[in-house]
């Protein structure tokens, strides 16, 4: 019955309209009552103790540094970038949103700064080569959730912070996820746009492209940077962000010079407006989490999915199927902060090794980003190229359906994270 309370007053109170923070404070407050704990200083003290978190310091400090980098002109070198590698490709922008996709992931970890980044510059671009407009937007938005799986990730970090798992770990086994992310989105881009008649652009000479690789020098070192000093130890990911920040800040401002002092206050409001929301979420699920821990629903769900725990390939396959379907419903953050205290004691009684299911979880989730009605990156990618969710939809399918098969390709092959996460965190 906890169960069916939590749920029915948390999709009760999404349907009108309440914004999700606040959602969870009410199905927070809900439970209390069927509890018969309610109490006022519960729901303060979890609200400050949910926000007050070390860890969760890199989540303002990687949103700085990915406004510093757009303001910087460090997004813009990127795309110039592989521009000059690739873009005499047939189809070759398809290509370089791509490239710039996964370059970008390495960067800020935001699928939706990404997204507006990318689809800013190179939409207005393929449409006027010739590419189809609602394909090309499609691509971009597809390509953006590679932001979440390759380090830094914000989502890691909240997955991280919520089942106590490494982030570092999380961190290093995303970097081949998203790698494989950027190559099915390129095969299945060279699929549907293999007979179109398109606009090539000239080959860059290999004067040109050293050119622009010394331009985009200084953006492609951060993300060496973020995971040689987290593989090495030489700095935590909290550490991390405020290297990306600093660094971020350093480049656009006496590098590039394209910062100015006097923008950075605008900078600064916009990253503060994004981690506010942010954080309020967190602090927000935090209140659910402990009553979800009190009314112990984990155990309900764990003894619903009782049978599949002895099979954990089927017990991943219907998780994953759950996470699909509330994807489709409520936005990435708050599907990680509400689902992970609840998933992560059948993971661990099931014997699964949590940092790989964290990247199954958060790729799922990210996949989320992609669907209606919610799909924020959707929304977000929609706007930018100047269409309705109906046109994207025609466009972004091809890509949608690639990106779930590498989800089955994961669970059904566990080994394309779990091996490589132990080159990077042992080195062999």
């Known amino acids: 019955m906890a169960l069916v309370v939590f749920v029915g007053s948390l999709l009760g109170v999404m349907a009108l309209g309440l914004p999700i923070a606040f959602a969870l404070l009410v199905s927070g407050v809900a439970l209390m009552f069927y509890l018969n704990i309610f109490d006022t200083q519960i729901i303060a003290q979890n609200l400050i103790s949910g926000a007050d978190s070390f860890p969760l310091m890199a989540i303002p400090f990687f949103i700085l540094a990915g406004e510093l980098m757009n303001a910087g002109g460090i997004s813009k070198r990127i795309v110039r970038f592989a521009l000059a590698l690739v873009g005499h490709i047939r189809g070759g922008l398809g290509y370089v949103a791509i490239i710039a996709g996964v370059l970008f992931a390495g960067l800020s970890g935001s699928a939706v700064a990404d997204t507006a980044a990318l689809g800013a510059i190179l939409i207005p671009m393929m449409v006027k080569a010739g590419y189809n407009r609602n394909r090309s937007t499609g691509l971009i938005a597809a390509g953006g959730i590679i932001a979440p799986i390759i380090p830094p ?20 086994a995303g970097i081949v996820p998203g790698i494989l992310l950027g190559i099915i989105l390129a095969v299945c881009w060279w699929l549907v746009t293999r007979r179109d008649q398109l606009e090539v652009l000239p080959r860059q000479s290999a004067k040109e492209i050293w050119q622009a690789a010394r331009e985009a020098f200084w953006a492609l070192l951060l993300p060496v940077i973020i995971v040689g000093g987290l593989r090495g130890g030489v700095f935590t990911p909290t550490e991390a962000a405020v290297v990306a920040a600093f660094y971020a800040l350093f480049v656009g401002l006496c590098i590039y010079r394209e910062l100015k002092v006097r923008n950075l206050f605008h900078v600064l409001v916009a990253a503060s407006k994004t981690t506010s929301v942010v954080m309020f979420l967190v602090a927000a699920a935090m209140v659910s989490a402990w009553l979800i821990t009190v009314a112990n629903i984990p155990s309900i769900v764990t003894d619903v999915l009782a049978p599949f725990i002895e099979h954990p390939l089927v017990l991943l396959l219907a998780i994953n199927a759950l996470v699909l379907l509330v994807g489709t419903a409520m936005d990435l953050t708050p599907t990680v902060l509400i689902l992970t205290p609840v998933l992560m004691p059948i993971i661990e009684k099931a014997g699964i090794d949590p940092v790989y299911f964290g990247v199954l979880f958060i790729l799922n ?47 059904f092959f566990p080994s394309l994270v779990t091996v490589p996460l132990e080159w990077f965190t042992t080195g062999h």
């Open 365 to 411: 989730c990210s996949i989320g980003l992609l669907t209606p009605p919610v799909g924020t990156v959707l929304n977000v990618a929609c706007g930018v190229g100047k269409i309705g969710m109906e046109d994207i939809l025609k466009g972004i399918w091809p890509f949608l359906l690639a990106e779930t098969l590498l989800l089955l390709l994961l669970i």
């Open 153 to 172: 990730s914000i989502p890691m970090i909240l997955f991280g912070v919520t089942s106590g798992v490494s982030i570092t770990k999380l961190f290093m």
